[in-house]
């Protein structure tokens, strides 16, 4: 993160003119004490922006939201989690908008300002009644504790995902806050993860659309634990200008500055969602240099952090450069074996396409470590992509079949 850019504690309620909660509706157990509902709340005016899963089977939330944010700029943020709203059908829709106007009522807004997410198993009756009957304990507990709503939405994860900073925009200081949620079902673009972004910068439409695109597109878009695509993923920005800085427009002054910021953020949150991973042991890095093209960069690296065996091998310690190299063959990009170079976290493993003289024990002490990078050069241009994966391990299949037969039981 860029010395400019200081990260500060709070959350996403550090934005000036934020507020959220969260209280427990026994969405997932009726019987558990867990917090299962959130709110985002702007007390002025905001100009917002979504980005949305590409999947197309998705939830009832994310059309509803998708819609609303053609026509009307967010206020807040109604989330829950334990239940997805997903595969429901009519009464899936239904819910989702009772959703949004009760948020509405409650806070005073146009339904249209009221983004709805959800995130849980797929297929069940979203227990509408629940979240009714919790709404006014919700809006009433509204504050500046930004760990509740972090809590809130957080599902398979086994700790919230949280970050706010500062950066100057000319002589003045904005804030941005965010909050993460995501550990399994995750896999580009976009995963199953929810991130919801704050800040008190005023911003033009132009701008936090295509700053947001931009910051996505360089960290949730960048990131795979299994290889799988949810129905629900969702990243949301509002923007409501409290900070008093002049107004960012796109390529305008402070633009570079508030661009940075934005994609450190998203890029911190989607780092930490790749290291909660279900029952992963490793963060790794993999970068591809030296491919004929940008897109053929992509591809190798696509290729080599989404491998199921190259996962596994990172897994045991293994530092088995040969299951790199036969990924990066069948990528679809241009790759002439014997330019190809392999190296884990700098050290070189593959020269030319062959083994490298290198003593394997000091191959296998870069893998043995929690976070380490796969290097990856094919000496046919300038292209260069990276992307943020994990490896994989017998207990992620143990940790999905219990998951299964807990929900077929609800």
Sequence with gaps: MAKKIKTIAGGICVPKGFQCAAVSCGIKNPKADRLDLALIYSTEPTVGTGVFTQNEVCAAPVRLSSSYLKSSEPRAIIVNSGNA??????????????????????????QREVQICSTGIIGVPLPIDRIEAKMPELIESLGSDGDLAARAIMTSDTRPKSISVTVKIGDTKVRIGAIAKGAGMINPHMATMLCFVT?????????????????????FNRISVDGDMSTNDSVIVMANGAAGNKTITRGGAGS????????SVMLELAKKIVADGERVTKLVKVCVRGAASKMDAERVARAVGGSQLVKCSWNGNDPNWGRVIHAVGYSGARVKEELVDIYFSGVLAAQNGMAAKTEISKLSAAVRKSEFSVGIDLHLGKGEYSLYTSDLSPEYVDFNREEYALNRKR
Excluded: W, Y
């Design 85 to 110: 709203n997903a595969c429901t059908g009519h009464q899936g829709m239904l819910d989702a908008r009772t959703m949004a106007s009760l948020t509405s009522k409650g806070l005073g807004l146009k």
């Design 199 to 219: 800040t008190d910068a005023a911003v033009s439409k132009a701008e936090i659309v295509a700053a947001t695109r931009e910051a996505v597109d360089q960290s």
């Design 256 to 263: 570079a500055e508030f661009r940075e910021a934005l994609s």
